[in-house]
Nanobody, 120 residues
Framework: QVQLVESGGGLVQAGGSLRLSCAKS????????MGWFRQAPGKEREFVGA??????NIDYADSVKGRFTISRDSYMVYLQMNSLKPEDTAVYYC???????????????WGQGTQVTVSS
């Protein structure tokens, strides 16, 4: 069983930055495509971004493109969030997929989430 643990959430003012991290138990991340998702109160969970196993291909939702950056190493996946807006407030989840290609759905494993709150 793959276990994912997110960290790095918190309260930040609009325009500020946060970096989320995702750690995985057991083997390294090397065999998984990794994604970040978020869910705001009263809304559906939405795709934020994803990165392939090699890190060579990355996909972002239009709402975060140019502000958020995904990166990874063998043991961690990161979401650098800059120029944060109040509408970025949500619980952020990392997820792992056994698919080789980038995907915005169909992830196999999920973390518990970390709260990000952006004040205006």
């Amino acid at each position: 069983q793959v276990q994912l643990v997110e960290s790095g959430g918190g309260l930040v003012q609009a325009g500020g930055s946060l970096r989320l991290s995702c750690a995985k138990s057991g083997r390294t991340f090397g065999t998984y495509t990794m994604g970040w998702f978020r869910q705001a109160p009263g809304k559906e969970r939405e795709f934020v971004g994803a990165i392939t196993r090699s890190g060579g291909n990355i996909d972002y939702a239009d709402s975060v493109k140019g502000r958020f950056t995904i990166s990874r190493d063998s043991y961690m996946v990161y979401l650098q969030m800059n120029s944060l807006k109040p509408e970025d407030t949500a619980v952020y989840y990392c997820a792992a997929s056994r698919r080789i290609d980038l995907s915005r759905s169909g992830y196999d494993y999920w973390g518990q989430g970390t709260q990000v709150t952006v004040s205006s």
